[in-house]
């Protein structure tokens, strides 16, 4: 999909009742995801749900992957936030309790909704392209950089490279656990926790 052909929202709500509008339809439409997956995923079934009339949610949306999309980017908001938030509460803690930390942010978004999260990555590979992402992508790439480079550890490659294979690794185990439908959060948490300490040099416990 090209820049030109991405899914955009309509509009950007500027009021309280029209963010309130935008986040029913999102709301609705995760809901729908869950419960009935991709073959009861409509625009019609969306504005259903959120309690909306159809017009109201195209004044948003103008076809429901730009609905998919708005999904896309708010799950990669929501991790930014609960990285951020994690980080800021660890301040001044071993590197390796960060980690530990961030591992746990990791896993807990894959499974507080495991379907959602599963079809959403479905659909973020379908879309294609950007989505909008970049800040939110930025903020978690920035989280993991900023630990690797305010920490002591002898780093087996520059901190730029070292930031993109973590990144790598824990997105694309967590990716693979929810594509296959894993639902042994201890074992994926510990799956991830080796590979990336094994990666740093450091011993897994």
Do not use: W
């Amino acid at each position: 999909m090209s820049a030109d052909t991405l899914p955009v929202p309509r509009k950007t709500p500027v009021q309280a009742r029209s963010s309130a509008t935008v986040e029913a339809i999102l709301e609705a439409a995760a809901h729908i995801l869950e419960a009935e997956g991709l073959e009861g995923y409509t625009t019609n079934a969306i504005a259903k749900r959120a309690g909306v009339s159809i017009g109201s949610l195209y004044q948003y949306f103008p076809n429901k992957d730009a609905v998919t999309a708005a999904l896309v980017r708010s799950d990669s908001d929501s991790m930014a936030v609960r990285m951020e938030e994690v980080m800021a509460t660890h301040a001044g803690r071993p590197v390796r309790d960060c980690i530990d930390a961030l591992i746990d942010v990791a896993v807990c978004h894959q499974f507080d909704r495991p379907l959602l999260a599963r079809l959403i990555d479905l659909e973020e590979h379908r879309l294609g392209g950007s989505l909008g992402m970049e800040d939110a992508k930025l903020r978690i790439v920035g989280v993991v950089r900023n630990l690797l480079a305010n920490s002591d550890l002898e780093l087996p490659f520059d901190v730029e490279t070292v930031t993109q294979d973590i990144f790598a690794m824990s997105h694309g185990i967590t990716d693979s656990a929810g594509m296959s439908g894993e639902t042994d959060r201890a074992r994926l948490n510990a799956r991830i926790r080796h590979a990336i300490l094994s990666y740093l040099g450091l011993p897994p416990s």
